[in-house]
């Protein structure tokens, strides 16, 4: 009889311990499949928009900063933290920027992000913002989503690596405006 006893107190504790564990990994389940800060989709969606790149450097003497209107885009991919950016710098002089963007949600309307890829300038004579050479670019920025509406508020750098013909320098600029989400 006092086997049987501490059989069934065995078996009552087998279950309980069963439950438990059940039970953690139910919990566990729930909150992995819970929409969170980390899986958010902020600045949810690609935009096209329209604004302003202002050349914060210059080259050698005859290589100033310039300033110039810019046309961006983002195409965001849905289920990965990844977005497809371009930028052209257009003005007197032409540079484009494509890059390959890491988006890093900060709320459910703003994203910061690290893009790499190239500033490739179109007229090899000119200065842009950029430069007046094709360069490896890399370009931080973050977006932002107005409340109940399409529009998109960015902003970013692009900083060109060896940009210049002459003195082969670095070149910065900085770009904002205003883009619509599609």
Avoid: C
């Amino acid at each position: 009889m006092n086997h049987l006893k501490r059989s069934g107190r065995q078996i009552t504790q087998g279950r309980n311990a069963s439950v438990i564990l059940g039970g953690a990994a139910l919990a566990a389940g729930m909150m992995l499949s819970a929409p969170s800060a980390a899986t958010a989709q902020a600045a949810y969606g690609s935009y096209v928009g329209a604004g302003v790149a202002v050349g914060l450097t210059h080259g050698d003497p005859g290589e100033p900063e310039r300033t110039s209107g810019v046309i961006a885009a983002r195409y965001k991919f849905l289920k990965l933290p990844i977005s497809v950016r371009a930028q052209a710098l257009i003005g007197k002089r032409t540079t484009l920027v494509p890059t390959v963007s890491y988006d890093l949600p900060i709320n459910w309307r703003t994203d910061a992000y690290i893009g790499v890829g190239a500033a490739v300038t179109l007229d090899d004579d000119r200065t842009t913002p950029l430069g007046n050479k094709t360069s490896f670019a890399i370009q931080p920025g973050i977006d932002y989503v107005l409340p109940n509406s399409q529009a998109v508020i960015f902003g970013n750098a692009v900083i060109a690596f060896d940009a210049y013909r002459k003195g082969g320098n670095t070149a910065a600029s900085i770009q904002a405006g205003v883009g619509l989400r599609f």
